[in-house]
Structure formats: C-alpha cells, structure tokens
C-alpha cells in the first residue's frame, strides 16, 4: 500500500540523532563543552640594570656600542659585510681611544694580519686603510723585529694567494711594511725579489690592466731604492748582526755574511724581466699616458737603483758589460719623443724618463774603451738639459728633476774631449748661478765644483793652465762669499757646503789671489757699520749654527792677508753678547795663529786687541743688557778674555817695542772722556803693565796722563767697598786686589807715577773735581776727603808700595794738611756730621802713616 508524504515524514521525526541548531549570522559561537584554558597569566619582573650593560662598563666601544674583543672576533665572521663593519668599528676605536692600541697593539697585529688574505676586495682594502692611517704610525717606535716578523709570515702567504688579486694586493701591504719598517727589506731581500720576479715573470694578469701593474712596479722601485749603492764592510757586518738579533727567536736565520751577495743573485735575474717589460711597454709609450708612464717610470727606476748596486757596490767590470749588453735597446732609442705635437705636461714627462737614462748610461759607461757610439747624443742632451732647451716644466721643477745629471759632470769634464768641455762647463756655470741659493741643486753644484778643484783621482784632474777651464773655475770662486750672504741661516747645510769649499781652497793653497779677494765680500757675512749713525748690522755668522760659525773661523787662518775692514767685523761680532763664550776664545786663538803665520799686519792686530778690550760692555748685574747669552753677568767672561789677550801681547815680539807700538793708543783709551768702564780700564792696565818693566819704559806724556786718570779710577775702586755692604769681606779684597794690582805695580816700577798720584789727591782734597768727573756727590768736600783716604789706605794694603809710601812723607804730610785745612776753615761750611767724617778719615790715615 502506498504511504502519504505525511506518513512520511513523521517517521523520519522520529529516527534524528543529532539535532541541528540553526545559528544567526555574526554571532561568535561558544567554545566546546571539553575545550581546555590554554591563558596563563604572569607578572613582570623589574631588574635595576641589565647585566649585558654592566660588563661593558669603563670599556672602550665603537659607535655601534662593540668592545675591541668583540670586533676582533668579527674580523673572522663568515659574511664579508660583517668583517668590514668590524675594521671599521676598529678603527673608530683607535681613533677616539689611542691607548687601546698601545695597550692591545701585538693582539691586534695578530688577528688584522689574517685579512690580508681574505677573497672580498672591499675588507682588504678597509684593511689597508686601517694599518696605513691608524695602526702602523702608532707602532713605529715598537720593537720593530717583533712587529716585521709577525707582518711578513701572512705578507708571504698572500703572496702564494691562488687568486692573482690577493697577490697583488699583497705587494702593497708589503710596501706599506716598508715605508714604516725599512728595515724589512734588508731582512727579507731575497725571498721579495723572488716574488716579484714571480708576479712579473709570468704575466699573470692582463698587460692592459696598468693600474695593477703600477702598484706592483711602483712597490719594487721604492724597495730597490733600500740597496746599499756603495761597498762597506763594517756597515754590512752591522746589518746581518741586527738581523740575528731581530729573528733570534725565529727557526731560520740568514747566516750569509757577505750581506747582500744573496740578493745580487737575485737582482741579476730580475734585470732582464725589467728590461722585457720595459720593451713591452715602448710601443704605447709614444702616446705617452699617464698609467704607462707611472709604469715606465717605475721599472727605469728599478733599472737605475740596481746598475747602481753593481757598478758602486757587488758589481764587477763583467757584470757592467752585461748590463750594457741587456740595455743596449734602450740606449738605442735614447732620448725618448713623441711622434707628433705633445702637451708641455708631456714633454715634462719624457724629460724625465731621458734623465733617468742618462743617468743608467753614464754609470755604465767605461771610460778606459773606446767612446760609446751612443756617447754624443747623450752629451748634447746633458747640455740642452742644463740650460733647459728641453722640457718646460718651469724653474723649480727643471732643478728637481735635471739634479741628478750634475753629479756627472766633473766626470765628464776629466773625460770627454775638448770639443765638448765649454760646451758643458758654460751650461753648468750658468746652471749653478742661476738656481736658487736654498735650493738642493745648488748644494749638488757645490760638490761637483769642489770634485772639479779638487779630484780625488790624482791621475785625471782640470788642465788649470788652459785659461778657458781657469776663468770658470775663478766665477765658481768668486760666487762663494755672495752666496753666503745671500744663504742667510736658512739653509744650513748649503752654507757648510760653501765654508767647506773655501776652507779647502785655502788648505790646497790654489787661486790664492782670489782668496784674498773674497774677504772684501765677506765682511757683510760678519757684520757691517753705518756711514750714517754708526750702528752694527750683523750677518749671517750669528745666526748659524756653531759648528758652522767655527768653521767660518777656521776659514780665517788662510787668508795670506787678513784686510783691516775684514778684522774691524770680526771685532763687532766679538763685542757682540749673543757669540757663545767658546767662539770668542776661538776667534782669539785663530786670529793669534794668523798673526804668528805673518797674515796679519801687527798695528792691524794690536789695534784688534785694543778694540775688544775698550768696548767690550761689562756688567755684574744679570738684568743689565751687557750679560753673556745666557742672561749671566759677563765680568768672569771678560776677566778671561783679558787674561787670553794678555797672553797674546808677548807672543808679538820684543816686550819693549811691542809696548812702543800701542802705548799711545792704549793710553789714549785710558784717559778718554768721558772715562772708559772699570773693568775695561783695569784691562787697558793690565795690557801696559804685561809688557813694561822695572824702570817703567812709559814715555814722560804717557807718565802724565796715567798721574791724572789713575786717582779718579783708584777713588772709584775704592767706593766699591762701600756700595757693596753686605758682601763678603775676602770677596771684596780679592776684587779690590784685582782692579789695584795693575796700578801698584805702576807704582812699584815709575816712583814718579805713584809722586804725582799723591800730588792729584792733595789737590783734589781742597780743590776742583777731576777733570770729567760728573759725580755730583764729588762736589761734598767731606765725600771727597773720605775717598781719598780710602785710596791711601788701599796702597798701604800692599807690602811693596807701602814701602814705597815710606818715602813720600812730605806728601802724605800735605795731604794730612789739607783735610786740617779744609775741617778749620769756614769757608767750606762743613756741617757738624760732615765734620765727623772728615776728622775719622784723618784719624785713621794719621794712624796708618805713622807707624
């Protein structure tokens, strides 16, 4: 029977399991009745400080807030960018802390050096920046054995790099070693050369990538440039001890003892790659670029320092021929030009590639054989050099460069024949006046043009008697005391060069006629005086250093005559306090040596003597502006001087007719007005008193004006007592002592001086003031009498003229009688303390006299 939907329906109702429950739309459902609470909950944890801080406390960090340790750490990380940041964090520390360096500097070198090798091109070269700014120039003072060794171990592992890069670049760390370290090089001489054979021999990177090519070029002629050029046992055997003592501590030690015979090898077998490459290179040279002309530069460099090495150093005449043999194509296309117009930068260039090989030319070139078939085109270049008709580079930059050439020219001079030597002896002298007086080719002319007076080789030297050779040796003469002048104090070393040349040239005894000559021009190198108001200008001489000041005065001794004017500089520059106390002494012993040789006339050097002791300044006080340089009281320097020159008089001659000679000159100093200085009259004394004797051999005017000077300068030695109250009492005696022995032994030799002195102080007590005396206190007759006594007293001080005071009773009588005169008469209205003086002077000396 069939059943209704209905029916249907109600049966379904009926079997339903799970009941569906219908859900509106956006209403979020409940969680499952057996769904587990995954929340946690927690509280927050407050800490002080974080411990990652506190470790980092007080150290040094980079920007990035890393310490040294951990930066070093990441010069090893795997990532390249990683590594950089680490150099350059390193460096940030250094720069803002030095003292990281110096404290961690061997740690450091340790872990950097492992970068020298490593593949990315950005690290190695941070690492290069790092070591050249930073590192290197604060480690140069450090054990520099320590250093080199822990360098070189990874510089020869980059340069056995496989990738031609690292290689490369390895040569210039080494460079970069030895601008710091020469030393080095002469350590590891062989085992370099050997690498740059390597890296030139078997061209392992493109021809045309100069840029590379020129570092590793330029990297062998600076270390070439290390060679020793000449032969010198002692220096070699110094430099393979210093090597064993830097690598004692090293497994393998060079135990060559024949210093570099090792790398003579070595540069054998490099001479032929330089010259092959050089060959490489000489087709692009005509366009003259700037990469191939750092490169060719650089291997004619190379090519110079190690002809050099065999023809001054390790070299044979067979080793020399080789190297003519090898470089006989580039003799060949010598002097080297562009096929068309160039610039004047390029012509700059080229003149300075022909200098350097004229330079390699003329080391080789064997003067015993027959002249070179290259020979003439060398000369004319040296000549068109010299007087610059090739290259325009200008002044400075002609003498830079054409320096090298003048030390072949004495050479060539004593080799070439006559047809060339005006030619090159013109264009040298004109090349030698022209250049600059402070310039480093003047210095180099100097010592060619004393090699050309004054070979070393005897056998070969300058035909003087051909007048041409004659008149150029003369001006290279007669420029020595401009250039001195004109040299100042600002080139040392050109100025020792100058003094050196006419100091040989007084030694050797040539051209003494314009020897003599020169100390006309000389005097301005010393000092001069105005014609207008008298004043010194010094020269040069004062302001050089003294071992050339004293080479200047040695240079005086060979003069066959010594001019007067050239004696009256030298006695201004002796006056002057600035000369050091040893050139004043020098300056006495040389001129005494001249005087002695018959170069000087005797008034001339009298009147020297004269000078320096009449109007040399003295002072005692160390403020005062007559003081010795360093800014002491000059009166024991003086005192000496005193004692040299009176050693000096009798060396002149006979004692009576030496005094004849400068009586009248010393007696006018002595009674000139107004009045000379204590201590420079007391040294005028001395001079009389060295050469006369018992009698006095004193003229009777010369008599009368030392009566009339002498009571004025006793009076004023006399008043040294006085002034100086609190000083010691031996000193004062020993001082007064000084300054009165001259005139008692004047005293003790003419009776009739010490009768007229006697007769001046009985006048002077009751009348007028000496002559010239502008003491206002002389006027006060009591201050006058007191000095006279005083005087007395000091004579009666000494044995032999209070023996002699014995005598002159009478006059010491009158002189008792005038002080009486003056104390009982009104008219000189003595006050009542005034009195008192006058009458303990005369008290004490009526108690001297007459015991």
């Known amino acids: 029977m069939v059943q209704h939907k209905a029916q249907l329906k109600k049966q379904q109702k009926r079997g339903v399991d799970f009941k569906k429950i219908r859900r509106k739309v956006g209403r979020k459902l409940p969680p499952p009745k057996n769904t587990t609470n995954t929340e946690v909950k927690s509280k927050a944890i407050i800490l002080p400080e974080q411990s990652l801080a506190s470790e980092k406390a007080g150290l040094a960090v980079s920007k990035k807030g890393l310490t040294l340790k951990e930066l070093l750490q990441q010069t090893s990380h795997h990532n390249a960018k990683v590594r950089r940041d680490a150099l350059i964090g390193i460096r940030d520390i250094f720069s803002n802390h030095p003292a990281e360096l110096k404290m961690h500097r061997l740690t450091v070198i340790e872990k950097l050096r492992e970068r020298m090798s490593d593949d990315d091109k950005i690290v190695r070269e941070t690492l290069y920046q790092l070591l050249k700014a930073v590192v290197f120039p604060a480690c140069k003072e450090d054990n520099q054995g320590t250093f080199i060794s822990l360098m070189m171990a990874y510089v020869f592992n980059a340069m056995t790099h496989l990738s031609i890069d690292v290689r490369l670049m390895a040569f210039k760390f080494f460079d970069l070693v030895v601008q710091h370290y020469p030393l080095s090089f002469s350590m590891y001489a062989d085992k370099i050369i050997q690498h740059y054979k390597e890296i030139l021999q078997k061209n392992q990177f493109n021809m045309h990538d100069k840029g590379k090519l020129k570092s590793v070029l330029a990297g062998l002629a600076h270390c070439l440039s290390l060679l020793p050029c000449n032969k010198s046992s002692s220096t070699d055997n ?113 003149f300075i590639l022909n200098v350097i090989i004229s330079e390699i030319f003329f080391c080789l070139v064997d003067w015993s054989a027959p002249p070179s078939a290259f020979l003439d085109k060398f000369l004319v270049f040296v000549v068109d050099a010299l007087s610059e008709r090739v290259g325009h580079s200008g002044k400075s930059s002609f003498q ?28 040298f002298t004109e090349a030698f006046k022209k250049c600059d007086p402070e310039s480093p080719m003047k210095l180099v002319c100097l010592s060619a043009i004393e090699e050309m007076l004054f070979p070393k080789n005897c056998s070969v030297s300058l035909n003087t008697s051909d007048p041409v050779i004659a008149d150029f040796q003369i001006s290279w003469i007669r420029e020595i005391p401009l250039l001195l002048t004109l040299l100042g104090d600002k080139n040392t070393s050109a100025s020792k060069a100058v003094l050196l040349l006419q100091l040989h040239l007084g030694q050797r005894g040539t051209f003494s006629e314009e020897l003599d000559n020169m100390q006309y021009s000389l005097r301005e190198f010393y000092s001069t005086r105005s014609l207008q108001d008298g004043n010194i200008s010094y020269g040069p001489f004062m302001k050089l250093d003294r071992e050339i000041q004293e080479l200047s005065i040695c240079c005086l001794y060979y003069f066959s005559f010594l001019d007067p ?226 005087v007395i007293l000091l004579m009666h001080e000494d044995v032999r003229v209070r023996e002699i005071l014995s005598r002159y009773k009478k006059e010491i009588g009158s002189v008792l009688q005038n002080i009486v005169r003056v104390m009982s008469d009104e008219g000189y209205k003595l006050k009542i303390e005034e009195k008192h003086k006058i009458q303990c002077a005369y008290d004490r000396l009526k108690t001297v006299t007459t015991r």
């Not at 043999?325 to 117009?341: A, D, E």
């Open 400 to 427: 830079k460069h054409s320096l090298s050439l003048i030390p072949f020219i004495p050479k060539l001079i004593m080799q070439v024949d006559n047809t060339w030597k005006p030619h090159i002896l013109q264009t």
């Open 565 to 790: 004017s050239l004696l009256q500089s030298l006695a201004a520059c002796c006056l002057c306090h600035d000369l050091e106390p040893s050139l004043l002494f020098r300056i006495l012993e040389v001129t005494n040596s001249a005087f002695r040789a018959g170069h000087i006339q005797i008034a001339d050097y009298l009147s020297f003597l004269i000078t320096l002791l009449s109007r040399y300044q003295v002072s005692s006080e160390s403020n005062s502006p007559a003081v010795d340089k360093g800014g002491k009281a000059n009166v024991g320097l003086f005192r000496s001087v005193t004692s040299v020159v009176c050693s000096c008089l009798p060396q002149i001659g006979d004692d009576h007719l030496v005094l004849k000679m400068l009586e009248g000159a010393v007696i006018d100093q002595i009674a000139n007005k107004p009045p000379l200085a204590l201590e420079n009259m007391c040294a005028l004394l001395r001079m009389i008193v060295t050469l006369d004797s018992k009698p006095t051999k004193l003229s009777a005017p010369s008599v009368s004006k030392l009566a009339n000077v002498l009571p004025r300068y006793l009076i004023h030695v006399s008043s040294l007592g006085e002034k100086d109250i609190g000083s010691d009492n031996t000193i004062r005696t020993s001082r007064n002592r000084y300054y009165t022995l001259p005139c008692f032994l004047l005293f003790h030799r003419s009776e009739k001086i010490l009768y007229d002195v006697l007769n001046v102080m009985s006048s002077f007590i009751s009348g007028p003031s000496f002559d010239g005396q502008n003491d206002h206190d002389m006027n006060n007759h009591s201050i006058r009498i007191v000095a006279a006594v005083n």
């Open 238 to 350: 110094d430099a393979i001890a210093d090597r064993r003592i830097l690598h004692a501590f090293e497994s393998q030690v060079h135990e060559d003892r024949s210093g570099f015979s090792v790398t003579a090898m070595e540069l054998k077998g490099l001479l032929p790659i330089l010259v092959s490459g050089l060959q490489d290179f000489m087709p692009s040279v005509l366009t003259m670029e700037a990469q191939t002309y750092d490169c060719v530069l650089s291997i004619l460099k190379s090519i110079d320092v190690v002809v050099k090495f065999f023809v001054y150093g390790k070299g044979t005449r067979t080793d020399q021929d080789v190297l003519q043999m090898l470089l006989k194509k580039l003799f060949g296309v010598f002097p080297l030009h562009p096929t068309h117009q160039s610039s004047e930068k390029g012509d700059n260039r080229y």
